[in-house]
């Protein structure tokens, strides 16, 4: 059986080790270029994907309701009319 604590313990030296060399340097600059790269693509966070999804679901069934009455008005109107 592995011994999670070990790996917990290593997995920390290294991190620690990492953090004073160049390499969380370079960990830094690629994310900030990622970070400008998909600012530049216009992405949105899944969040923010969900608002909008939940705001164009209200949205339609607005839409349905008012065509349902508007068809309602406009039928009236011809029984009215006639």
């Not at 340097?25 to 608002?51: Q, R, S, Y």
């Amino acid at each position: 059986m592995v011994n999670t604590k070990l790996l917990d313990e290593i997995g920390a030296k290294v991190s620690e080790m990492l953090s004073h060399t160049p390499a969380k340097d370079i960990e830094k600059n690629v994310k900030a270029l990622m970070a400008a790269g998909f600012a530049k693509m216009e992405l949105v966070t899944h969040e923010e994907f969900e608002v909008q999804r939940e705001v164009l679901a209200r949205t339609r069934e607005r839409l349905s309701q008012l065509e349902a009455r508007i068809a309602e008005l406009e039928a009236k109107q011809r029984e009215e009319a006639a």
